[in-house]
Every structure is written in C-alpha cells, then in structure tokens.
C-alpha cells in the first residue's frame, strides 16, 4: 500500500503543533486531517476512521487518555493505533499510556524524524495485522474445504447404500409384479367362467399360475422389500437434512442454537469417519437452553473434535475388525455457560506435543493426514470469536476428553458482563 493512501488524524490543541505536524506528514506522503480537542477528535475518528492518530495527552476537557479509552471501546474505532504525544514522562502516565490501548508514545518536545518513523512502523504493524488476518480467514476457508473434501466421500458412500437398498428393491417389486400379474389375469378368467357355469379349464390355468408366482415366496419378501425401500429413503433424507443443518449456509451472524441437535446433526454427516473404527454414545442434557453462537462455525470444531477422535482411535484399533473404541459425546449445562464434552478412547496425546495441540501448523498425525489447523481454528472459534474456553485432558493409553465451553448469551453478553 502507498504511502498515499494513508490518512493520518493529528490531534493537538496547540495549532502551531498541529501545523508542524500535518505539515511534515503531508511532504512524506500522507494524507492528514485535524482535531483540536477529544470531542471533534471522536467525531472524526468515527466518521473517517483512520489508519492512524497521533493524540496530544494533555487537552482541556476531555484528556487524550480518555479519548483513546472511548476509541478501543468501539468495535469500530478499536483497531486504529494511537500515537500519544505527551509532556508527561513518569513510568506512571507511560503505563497509563498502554494500559488504554496506546500503541506507542512521543515525548514532547518531539523530532519530525523520530514522529515519521514511529508512523512508518505502526502502519507497517496494522497492514502486517491485516495481511495476518485475511491470512487467516483464507486458512479457514482451506480447512472448511478439506473438511468438506473428507466427508464427501463418506457422505457419498452413506447415501449409496440406502439408495441401492431402494434400486435392488424397485428392481425386485417390478419382477415380483411381472409375476403376479398372470396370476391376477387367471383369477379374473376363472371368475368370468364360474358365472359362466364352466370354469374348468380356467381352474387349470389359475393352478399354474399360482404355481408360477410362489406366492408364499413373494408374501415373505415384498413386504420385507417395502420396509427397506422406507428404511433407506427415511436415511437418506436423515443424512441430507443432517448435512443442510451442518452447513447452515450464509449463516455468518450469532443466532440461538439447539446444541443437542446442531451435535446430532454432526455426527450423521461424519458417520462415515468414524462408524468402521468408533462407536458413538451421547449424553445430551435434555434441559440445554438455546445457545448464542454463530451454527456453522460450531459445527465445524464439533466435527474436528469427532474426526480427531475417530483418527485417534483408529491408531489403536485399526481399521476395527477385532473391536472398536468408543466415542462419547456430551451436553450439560454450567451456570451461564453449556459444556460439550468429546470423549475418545484413542491412544491420548503425548507429554511433549500436549502444550502445542492448539498451535496453527502442529500435527501428530502422519504425513499427508492433517494440516495442523482443525484444533488451531477450534481454539480460536471458541476462544476469541465466542467467549468461551476450549481444553483437554488426556491419558496415555487411555483417550482424550476435550471440553468446549461456549457463554449462553454468546461473547457480546460474557465481555458486557466483565
């Protein structure tokens, strides 16, 4: 980004500062707009949002502390570094500096140098914090891609099945009803020739035609047919209804979730991840209250805690012919908070990957069988986006429990409340 694009807001009660600043600032580059108090210097930060203030401390009225302390409580101003310009130098006031959310401190009276410089550096921190951020959001969106990658197969396969149920039943009906069919006709000609008087030959007809159709063969199995066809297009639509709720497309905003369903919901669309290797036992709290969160972000850690944990598992049991583990999923709630609890009975995490499991990039998994991102993109869902706290705790030998805890009434709520 050019220099040029950047807008710088001066704030300093004396005039001939100011113009020394704006007037230095405008011969490197920058684009400056002014303020010669806290109250216009809100007004403007709030309007034009700049990439950067310099703010005297020692205004009448209203302080530069505290016009900073109003600006970090903004969502909308809170990313904006502030430059403090100040007389003051005890460790005290420099203290008091930070504490607000200062990014760094001039001391009057000040070198043109030393102020560029300061600039140059902070602005290069917030472009690196942005670059840092859609960084971010990119590795998310990957992770998100590989999640989907990894269940399209198993969704694929969980809906092949059902449907071929369906297809070999529809293919056995049509052939049952090419069976019965004569012996429909045969009865309807013995019929005619009973009332006839004569029905002899009809009779004979019909004999065989029963014989024919089997019909104890087929009163056996069509209606084992008819309740398989049901059976499997019930689980079709289970896995495509499971699939929307997990997706929950376009849903970017927090909004009142059914826990116990959104988990239930999870663990159909990743059946296949763990059905060969896991059974899954839950324990949902039948009085969980809705929860503030954002549906699909959730979803998304819930489904990594369950992959992980299949994965944990199959490196014991193998792929669970001689056994299975056991995954156990559960709900409860904890004063203003609801706890989600994913249990495993894998190998556990070893000693000295256990301070690194939430670290972006850091796998224990084999080559080619995880990014490293699902725990790092789970603690920063629940931790920074929610308001709530993601731990763990193991066992070698024995498994791996992990606990999401999410605030009832969401992270606007829980910072509110502090």
């Not at 310099?54 to 430059?83: H, R």
């Not at 009057?108 to 410089?117: C, Q, R, V, Y």
């Not at 024919?212 to 209804?241: C, H, M």
């Not at 699902?374 to 606990?403: N, P």
Request: include cysteine.
């Amino acid at each position: 980004m050019a220099q040029g694009t950047y807008r710088l807001l001066v704030v300093d009660d004396s005039l001939t500062n100011r113009t020394l600043l704006t007037h230095s600032l405008q011969k490197a580059g920058y684009e400056t707009i002014e303020a010669s108090d806290g109250p216009r210097a809100l007004e403007i930060a709030r309007a034009q949002l700049p990439d950067l203030m310099l703010l005297d401390v020692s205004m009448p009225g209203m302080d530069g502390f505290e016009v900073c302390s109003l600006l970090k409580a903004d969502q909308a101003t809170c990313a904006i570094p502030i430059v403090f310009l100040t007389a003051l130098s005890s460790a005290d006031d420099i203290e008091r500096a930070f504490a607000v959310g200062g990014s760094d401190y001039v001391r009057k009276p000040f070198h043109l140098g030393e102020i560029k410089a300061r600039v140059s550096v902070h602005l290069q921190l917030r472009r690196a914090a942005e670059e840092l951020k859609e960084t971010h959001v990119r590795l998310l969106h990957a992770q998100k891609l590989e999640s989907i990658g990894q269940l399209a197969a198993g969704i694929a396969h969980e809906i092949n099945t059902p449907t071929q149920y369906v297809g070999d039943n529809l293919l056995f009906l049509r052939e049952a009803f090419d069976d019965v069919l004569p012996l429909v006709r045969a009865s309807s000609d013995l019929a005619r020739a009973v009332l006839a008087g004569e029905g002899a030959r009809e009779a004979g007809a019909l004999q065989e035609a029963l014989e024919a159709a089997d019909l104890e063969y087929l009163a056996e199995e069509i209606p084992r047919a008819f309740a398989q066809s049901v059976e499997g297009v019930g689980r079709v639509t289970s896995i495509v209804r499971g699939m929307k709720e997990f997706s929950h497309p376009g849903q970017k905003d927090p909004t009142s979730v059914d826990l116990n369903r959104a988990i239930e919901s999870t663990l159909t669309v990743a059946t296949n991840e763990w059905k060969y290797v896991a059974k899954v036992e839950t324990d949902f709290d039948p009085e969980l209250p809705p929860v503030r969160c954002v549906p699909g972000e959730i979803n998304q850690v819930v489904l990594n805690m369950i992959v992980n944990a299949a994965h944990a598992i199959a490196d014991v049991v193998g792929d669970g012919a001689a056994g299975k583990g056991t995954i156990r999923v559960g709900t409860r709630r904890d004063g203003d908070f609801v706890e989600i609890r994913i249990a495993d009975t894998g190998s556990g995490i070893p000693d000295g990957a256990r301070e690194r499991v939430f670290d972006p990039f850091f796998t224990t998994k084999g080559v080619g069988k995880g990014t490293g991102q699902g725990l790092a993109i789970a603690h920063d869902v629940v931790v920074k986006k929610h308001g709530g706290a993601l731990s763990f705790e193991t066992e070698i030998g024995k498994g791996t429990t992990f606990s999401v805890r999410l605030p009832l009434k969401g992270a606007g709520a829980e910072r509110e409340a502090a």
